[in-house]
């Protein structure tokens, strides 16, 4: 699935899912793994009520990515379906109606880049994929 990409760092979010996810495509590299708290869904209290905003879940979780950047030209980031929408949304500036539902399918895959070696100027989607069960 990801074959096309010289994937030189897995972060994943603390969820076993995720983890095992980025094992799983991680075997025929043997590149690092990192998991972290940052890549977490929205925090939540035991009554469902959010914790933190959009803004703060977004911060923790492309402020986490962004440290890695100057070492790696190609990170895959494992995580869950929200924040991986609102970093999507973000770091494309895509409008949320377009963006709000771009992750309802689990495995749903997305490749972005920002190579300034390759005439980037800003991230854009290179590939999206969904793995058939």
Known sequence: MLSPWP???FLTSLFRRAQQTAATLNIERGVP???SMALNEFQ???TGEGVESL???LVR???FLNQFRAYHSCVAVVAHNSILSVM???LLNAPFETNARYFASPGQV???R???GAGDQNWREVATYLPHA
């Open 7 to 9: 994937v030189e760092l």
């Open 33 to 35: 793994v990192v998991g």
């Open 44 to 46: 939540l209290r035991d």
């Open 55 to 57: 803004d703060q879940g």
């Open 61 to 63: 979780a492309v402020g």
């Open 88 to 90: 999507r949304m973000s």
């Open 110 to 112: 997305c490749v972005l």
């Open 114 to 116: 920002y190579d300034p």
